[in-house]
């Protein structure tokens, strides 16, 4: 069975940093492209970050470019979302989430983490 | 960036009753979109890729079409448990994209 657990979301301040961590577990996770993506509360959802396979490319939008780091470990089976800078607007709910099938960059998501929430206030 | 408009916003269904939901794209997505069903405190699950393609474990009631700009997700005959938000997403192009989200509710 196909299992994401995320972890490391809280509260924070504004200006300071947060690492997301993501266990995968239930599939071949060097397989996968994997993404984050958050969804603001009782708003929709965004798409923060995608990491390729091996980890050598990575895509953000203009939103949260040079700020956040989208990373893995394949030896741990493990995404990782390094939050800098961050901002009020950064508050949501982030999810861990992986493509449709192997190998290849679909950019769609076939499962879903239960998502970890991160607060940024003062 | 790839603009997806979600519609209607909201609408409520009899059980038994289709229902249609409409998404279009600012540009050609040439069949690069999913659909997602989302339930209150879950999270989204895939229901549709590549347009029209029902993805596994997903009722049959559930269909996707379309082409181009313009496409619809239809539920053929609304159940209870069809409750939630569904949103639209294209996979084409960086920024990926979702539409704004339609909630469903039992009438």
């Known amino acids: 069975e196909v299992q994401l657990v995320e972890s490391g979301g809280g509260l924070v301040q504004p200006g300071r940093s947060l690492k997301l961590s993501c266990a995968a577990s239930?599939?071949?996770?060097?397989?996968?492209?994997m993404a984050w993506v958050r969804q603001a509360p009782k708003k929709g959802l965004e798409w923060v970050a995608t990491?390729?396979?091996?980890?050598?490319?990575?895509y953000y939008p203009d939103s949260v470019k040079g700020r956040f780091t989208i990373s893995r470990d394949n030896a741990k089976s493990s995404l990782y979302l390094q939050m800098n800078s961050l901002k009020s607007e950064d508050t949501a709910t982030y999810y861990c989430?992986?493509?449709?099938?192997?190998?290849?960059?679909?950019?769609?998501?076939?499962?879903w983490g239960q998502g970890t929430l991160v607060t940024v206030s003062s | 960036d790839i603009q997806m408009t979600q519609s209607p916003a909201s609408l409520s269904a009899s059980l038994g009753e289709t229902v249609t939901i409409q998404c279009r794209a600012s540009?050609?997505?040439?069949?690069?979109l999913a659909w997602y069903q989302q339930k209150p405190g879950k999270s989204p699950q895939l229901l549709i890729y590549?347009?029209?393609s029902l993805q596994d474990g997903v009722p049959s009631r559930f269909s996707g079409s379309g082409s181009g700009t313009q496409y619809s997700l239809k539920i053929s005959s609304m159940q209870t448990e069809d409750e939630g938000v569904y949103f639209c997403?294209?996979?084409?192009?960086?920024?990926?994209?979702f539409g704004s989200g339609t909630k469903l509710e039992i009438k």
């Open positions: 989430a992986r493509d449709f099938q192997p190998y290849n960059n679909y950019g769609w998501f076939a499962y």
């Open positions: 239930g599939f071949t996770f060097s397989n996968y492209y």
């Open positions: 990491i390729s396979t091996s980890g050598s490319r990575t």
């Open positions: 540009e050609d997505i040439y069949s690069g």
């Open positions: 590549g347009a029209s």
């Open positions: 997403q294209q996979g084409l192009k960086y920024p990926l994209t």
